[in-house]
């Protein structure tokens, strides 16, 4: 597999700090090596960090982004920038899981595309909030969400 194709990304292999907040991170892509063949990517990001809006407390949560490219796929490094541009955001759960959701179907423009926030306990409730469009193909899987498997790191 040769190595050509990616000198516009900006972020990998260089320093590059945590944005600010969100809006000024940039989710970076490259070209789909396999484009026509269907298949499932799944990035999971374990301890995706905000702020209560109201409170001040923080909050916690894994990120599970189930996405049936198309052109393009995300580049890993920028993806965990943007995610670590929420830790000082003060924002509710959903709308930072839809917000995640925004960004990347603008990004990516996916098949599919799902966004799962998993968000722990805050008042003895768990919130899990899951956004989705396109349709998944039939010769394409998801692997379950289950949370105790993506919190221990078990599959």
Same mark, same amino acid.
């Given at each position: 597999? &040769?190595?050509?194709?990616?000198s516009s990304?900006?972020?990998?292999?260089?320093?590059?700090?945590?944005?600010? +907040?969100?809006?000024?991170?940039?989710?970076?892509? @490259?070209?789909?090596?396999?484009?026509?063949? +269907?298949?499932? /990517?799944? !990035?999971? =990001?374990?301890? *995706?960090?905000?702020?209560?809006?109201?409170?001040?407390q923080p909050?916690? =949560?894994? $990120?599970? #982004?189930?996405? #049936?490219?198309?052109?393009? $796929? #995300?580049? %890993?490094? %920028? @993806?965990? *920038?943007?995610?670590?541009?929420?830790? +000082?955001?003060?924002? @509710?759960?959903?709308?930072?899981?839809?917000?995640?959701?925004?960004? !990347? %179907?603008?990004?990516?423009?996916? =098949?599919? *595309?799902? #966004?799962?926030? !998993?968000?722990? =306990?805050?008042?003895?409730?768990?919130?899990?909030?899951? /956004?989705?469009?396109?349709? $998944? &193909? %039939?010769?394409?899987? !998801?692997?379950?969400?289950?949370?105790?498997?993506?919190?221990?790191?078990?599959?």
């Open positions: 597999m &040769p190595i050509d194709g990616y990304l900006t972020q990998l292999g260089r320093q590059a700090g945590v944005p600010a +907040n969100p809006d000024e991170a940039v989710i970076e892509t @490259f070209a789909n090596p396999h484009p026509g063949t +269907n298949y499932t /990517v799944r !990035l999971t =990001a374990p301890e *995706l960090t905000t702020i209560c809006p109201i409170t001040g909050d916690f =949560a894994t $990120l599970i #982004v189930d996405y #049936v490219p198309r052109d393009r $796929l #995300v580049e %890993s490094k %920028s @993806f965990k *920038l943007f995610l670590g541009s929420f830790r +000082n955001l003060g924002t @509710f759960h959903e709308d930072c899981t839809a917000y995640i959701h925004k960004r !990347l %179907s603008d990004a990516l423009d996916a =098949a599919f *595309l799902r #966004v799962v926030g !998993l968000w722990n =306990a805050r008042g003895g409730i768990t919130i899990d909030c899951v /956004v989705q469009t396109g349709e $998944l &193909p %039939s010769n394409c899987a !998801l692997l379950p969400l289950g949370r105790t498997d993506y919190r221990t790191g078990r599959i």
